[in-house]
């Protein structure tokens, strides 16, 4: 996974690089990037103190996925690696947010969020969340206990 | 650093690295030292590795392995649960992180001498005892602890030969938390879903041969104070070829309080309201085995071949015995009311009565309420045997971020280097010595379709590892 990340990284850098050094490949690439940029949904993932911690993922990823591929810094979170055996991918929705997403929660969730601190009636695991085009922009509250380990 | 410190900084200290950075007028690395290769002592390392630039932390584990109770607790058929195996390699394997298996507290190193070597000390070394239902007749053959079932099935050394009896038809299991249930699922599981996964050999082949039929789950409290979580209880639900048979008497009242009860409560309730109206309908199979959740039993006596209940009220939450009395068959009797703490060296203030270490939010006290700064608890050891992995998790985070807060604010003093661990001349195992056990395993579990084949001899181990 970190190699990935590390060749995603540095063609994005290349990409930029090249951009500004010749109007042709900027041409070239500007185009690969619209289309790129279609698939892009960006989340902002807001902790308990306020941080705003902002990341991107294609159209398929889950949030979990979006914490990992990106690093962000969520300390423990997803630690059965999406298998819904635990809740630490914990993640608190708008209500207007929850409401639109295309699938309810199933047994096996809903079981695994029983166990999370902070449960709320729009509480979904990350894991189970797959981003779709329309969930561009979308902010997702992470409850305080992972994070701000004082109030554990 | 001021001139006075360096003074005395000086003092005592003749290795050369720690002098140079002393010389050199460097803050010296910050040396921690976690006792304790389990979640909590996995999860406080990460966090202080992060937070800390500058800082060591050594990890020294009673055993050879590493992961504690997510290799020798989770039930071999929870294979996922063990992801977290990932996270916590990831943080063995990062360069300021070192591991000494193979390492004892109490015996191969003392509390005093590791606290002289770090500047602080973070136990995570759990809970290796259980409670007793301080009952006659305790400690005869038939009545084992499930911590030991537990630690039987899934290779801990020593637990071996524990060679439980499973001739009889009736099992009872005394206590009703996912431990109990576990335990239960194990006994109660088709063989060939236990083939696939790491438990050990020798356990598989006492299960082909195991005659248990029926599975007692007696509980002290009613269905409303049920310890099992709601994936336990629908993981027994799906179990093919168990019938899960509920008593209809348990519930009385149950139905009219379902609404008022907080959501997890309320779904959990809920499952087994739905179970028992289900239950007889698809008359099992012939051939099926019976899982038979009981409750409101509290233990009386252990008798030859059964086990004698006091029928309990509840009052207030509370079970009160009554005069009533129910006697269960039960050829083996697994005693699953908790675990605790063992005191593994002298120098540790110990709660005996609550079989754990005095700790106010993980800081370890001197006495009843001064903390002893630089020594740290985390995990069972501080907070007793309760919750699931993100409990752990959580806390073990709480009590790293107050080491580095503690450091920050001086209340430990970091000025003057310390030396660590000296593993020289100790039969210690390392991260790649723990590779190596891990690659074996693996490569022994392969040739029989399971996951890893785990070795169970300490000596073996340590052959393995190159040690």
Known sequence: MLVINTCRNASRLALRSLNLRSPIAQRTFSAGLALKQKDVVNVTF?????????????????????????????????????????????????????EKLPDKPGDEELDMLDLAYELTDTSRLGCQIILSKDMDGLEVHVPSTINDARAA | MGLNLLSICRRGLHTSPARLQVIQGVAPTKRICIVGAGPAGFYAAQLLLKQLSDCVVDVVEKLPVPFGLVRFGVAPDHPE???????????????????????????????????????????????????????????????????????????????????????????????????????????????????????????????????????????????????????????????????????????????SLVEKLQRPRKRLTELMLKSLKEQGRASGAAGSKQFLPIFLRAPKAINLGEMEFSVTKLQEDYAVATDNTERLPSDLILRSIGYKSSCVDSDINFDTRRGRVHNTEGRVLKDTEKIDPGLYVAGWLGTGPTGVILTTMSGAFAVAKSICDDIAANVLDTSCAKPGYDAADKRVVTWDGWKRIDQFESEAGKAKGKPREKIVSIQEMLKVAGV
């Open chain 1, 46 to 98: 807001v902790r308990a103190n306020g941080d705003r911690l902002k990341a991107s993922g294609k159209v398929g990823d889950s949030l979990l996925d979006v914490v990992v591929n990106n690093s962000v810094d969520l300390d423990g979170f997803g630690a059965c690696e999406g298998t819904l055996t635990c809740s630490t991918c914990h993640l608190i929705f708008k209500t207007s947010d929850y």
């Open chain 2, 81 to 255: 649960v063990k992801n977290v195996i990932n996270t916590f390699t990831k943080t063995a394997e990062h360069p300021r992180l070192r591991y000494f298996g193979n390492v004892s507290l109490g015996t191969d190193v003392s509390l005093k001498e590791l606290r002289e070597r770090y500047h602080a000390v973070l136990l995570t070394y759990g809970a290796d005892q259980d409670r007793e239902l301080e009952l006659e007749n305790e400690q005869q053959g038939n009545v084992i602890s499930a911590r030991k079932f537990v630690a039987w099935y899934n290779g801990l050394p020593g637990a071996e030969n524990l060679n439980p009896d499973l001739n009889g038809r009736d099992v009872t299991i005394v206590g009703q938390g996912n431990v109990a249930v576990d335990v239960a699922r194990m006994l109660l599981s088709p063989l060939d879903a236990l083939r696939v996964t790491d438990t050990t050999e020798y356990a598989l082949e006492a299960l082909s041969r195991s005659q248990v039929e029926r599975v007692h789950l007696v509980g002290r409290r009613g269905p409303l104070q049920a310890a099992f979580t709601i994936k336990e209880l629908r993981e027994m639900l799906k179990l093919p070829n168990v019938d899960t048979r509920w008593r209809t008497d348990d519930f009385s009242g149950v139905d």
